[in-house]
């Protein structure tokens, strides 16, 4: 039944290693979205996709990246880790845009030592 | 921009207490409004939502009301269960155009038998 899944739900890197998390899809949504999440903090949008048009916030640092080759699935990559991406990365879905609901995976705790 | 500042916690209370927590948001325009919960290992998903002024959202026991004058979505619930022990996180669109997510830092709710 699982609509919107992360793999792998614990990753450690090191620093300056890239790192690659993945999210799959069973919904047909044609809207991804990528937010960061520290602890005690909000999720932080980093980026979606509409379709394949990508769609980055303003301050996401450049060390982002993301790669949607079909429907079902996007990528996060972090080309070089530092201590302070450390977080939980929540990918998320939704039916369009204007469509308010937002289905969520269950996160990716990312560690980089 | 749009932001949102939730109480914070952890909120302990005793089963069949009552639940308040509070949120409040800054927005231009006529936003929507949502709380989102998190389980234990879980991805965060929609609880309710109000669209507009006076709007009353409500699931599984839970209510808010779309406070334009004071600028409020307080979650309450009468009477809490061990299982709505969970994250909460107050949540706000903006109008028109591509409703970008934006979220408050979420409030911790135990509730002990």
């Known amino acids: 039944d699982a609509m919107v899944i992360q793999n792998p739900r614990y990753q450690v890197t090191q620093f300056g290693k890239p790192v690659t998390l993945s999210c799959s899809q069973t919904?047909?949504?044609?809207?991804m979205y990528w937010y960061q999440q520290k602890s005690s903090q909000a999720p932080k949008l980093l980026f979606h996709?509409?379709?394949?048009?990508?769609?980055n916030e303003a301050d996401t640092p450049d060390n982002f990246q993301s790669r949607r080759p079909n429907t079902s699935f996007c990528f996060l990559d972090i080309r070089s880790p530092g201590l302070g991406d450390a977080a939980m990365y929540l990918c998320a879905t939704s039916r369009d845009r204007g469509i308010e609901k937002l289905f969520f995976g269950s996160g990716t705790q990312l560690s980089v030592l | 921009g749009n932001s949102v500042t939730q109480m914070e916690g952890p909120v302990t209370l005793s089963e069949e207490a009552f639940l308040t927590i509070n949120c409040t948001y800054t927005a231009t325009g006529y936003p929507s409004l949502f709380w989102y919960v998190q389980y234990p290992g879980e991805g965060l998903q929609l609880l309710l939502k109000a669209t507009k002024a006076d709007d009353k959202g409500s699931n599984k026991g839970f209510e808010a009301t779309y406070r334009k004058e004071t600028t409020s979505f307080h979650l309450e619930k009468g009477s809490v269960q061990v299982s709505d022990s969970a994250v909460y996180f107050c949540a706000i669109t903006n109008s028109g155009g591509y409703q970008k997510v934006t979220f408050g830092t979420g409030t911790k709710l135990q509730v002990i038998p």
């Open positions: 919904l047909n949504h044609n809207v």
């Open positions: 996709y509409y379709d394949k048009d990508f769609n």
